[in-house]
């Protein structure tokens, strides 16, 4: 198909010409002079005016708030308030005091005379004293609180429902077993030839609550002792517990003789005297707060004997450190590989090896201080 370019002319692009047109300014008439205040510029005069007086009055009210002390207020009311009648006429003795101390004070300005206790060392600090008693508690006493703290420091709770299936006294001392885990009777016969050579320092002053062989499964452990397999006892609270392998005379690997078993009872004593001894110097609110391990650490009787016997605090500053090392002279040294673990441990080793007549594995200073502590000669024990 042909296609032929047409005829007809294309229109052109229309041009649009603009014609710039004048400006008339009008003059505005209501316009005035910048030296003359409009009435906005009154207005935020009035405002302004309005909001320095307000806050002139907000700044009064917190001078007048800061000023009044709340010591002021809290004496006006209870100054207000009629004198309370007393419930109980009777004065009441021997009631602890609770003291309240302000633990985020590290270090008080002040001690309060209530804190002054003489059992606490001589340079430590304040508020550190108030954790003490003003005198030591008997073993009456130490047994009671012992009681209501057992759950709160860990120690084992023996089950109502336990049936023991042998219980007798020993001179003063209860010896209980039950079905599954009785004592064979020369394990009965060794801890009673234990408990007749024993200083009154132990078993009058520092009495075991009971002798107890059970299974774990029977006591419901739920202390924070844990027996291992190759324990052979230990003491929790104010109890000493015979485990399975001493029981029934030992094993092959941990076989049992007389002397064994009367040691096995006297290093697990020595624990219940640390109990004894934080118990009956300590507070009874400081213990509940779960501090029994820092009040046997930092107590006379363990600090004493640390110090005594080689021990070094790292930090002992003011009497209350609880880390310590044992110095690396021979007669520091002379203790049991155990007994080199911690000063808690030191003390019931060399206690136990003085008392069946092995002074000769521990240091001069270790046999000098449990001469002094129990009132008894090393020979003694050498029968």
Not at 51 to 70: K, R, T
Not at 207 to 227: H, N
């Amino acid at each position: 198909m042909d296609v032929s370019p047409t005829t007809e002319p294309i229109n052109p692009v229309p041009q649009f010409e603009v014609t710039p047109q004048p400006v008339q300014i009008i003059p505005t008439q209501n316009i005035q002079p910048l030296n003359s205040p409009s009435e906005f510029h009154t207005k935020l005069r009035s405002y302004s005016l309005i909001i320095s007086v307000i806050g002139v009055f907000i700044i009064i009210f917190i001078a007048v708030i800061y000023l009044i002390s709340p010591k002021k207020l809290a004496e006006t009311t209870v100054a207000s308030l009629p004198s309370p009648t007393p419930l109980i006429t009777t004065p009441i003795t021997n009631t602890p005091t609770i003291q309240i101390t302000n633990f985020l004070s590290p270090t008080p300005t002040s001690t309060p005379t209530e804190c002054n206790s003489p059992l606490a060392p001589l340079n430590v600090r304040p508020y550190v004293r108030c954790y003490y008693r003003q005198i030591k508690i008997d073993q009456l006493e130490a047994q009671a609180v012992e009681n209501r703290i057992s759950q709160t420091v860990g120690s084992l709770t023996i089950p109502i429902s336990l049936v023991f299936e042998h219980s007798e006294v020993y001179k003063g001392i209860p010896i209980k077993w039950t079905k599954n885990q009785p004592l064979t009777p020369d394990v009965l016969t060794w801890l009673k030839a234990g408990i007749d050579i024993l200083p009154n320092y132990f078993n009058i002053d520092h009495p075991v609550a009971a002798i107890i062989s059970a299974t774990d499964e029977e006591l419901e452990s739920k202390s924070i002792i844990k027996p291992g397999p190759d324990t052979m006892a230990y003491a929790s609270g104010l109890n000493i517990f015979i485990t399975a392998t001493t029981a029934k005379g030992g094993s092959t690997y941990y076989p049992v003789d007389k002397t064994s078993i009367i040691n096995i009872l006297f290093h697990e004593w020595v624990h219940v005297v640390q109990y004894y001894e934080a118990l009956e110097t300590f507070t009874e609110e400081y213990l509940a707060k779960g501090r029994l391990v820092e009040a046997m650490a930092t107590g006379p009787l363990e600090k004493g004997f640390a110090k005594e016997v080689g021990w070094v605090y790292n930090s002992d500053e003011f009497g209350d450190g609880i880390i310590a090392k044992l110095k690396a002279d021979s007669e520091s040294q002379k203790t049991t590989d155990y007994g080199k673990t911690k000063v808690r441990e030191d003390m019931a080793e060399s206690g136990a090896l003085f008392m069946v007549c092995k002074s000769n594995l521990i240091s001069e200073a270790r046999i000098l201080w449990w001469e002094k502590t129990t009132g008894e000669s090393r020979t003694k024990f050498c029968h």
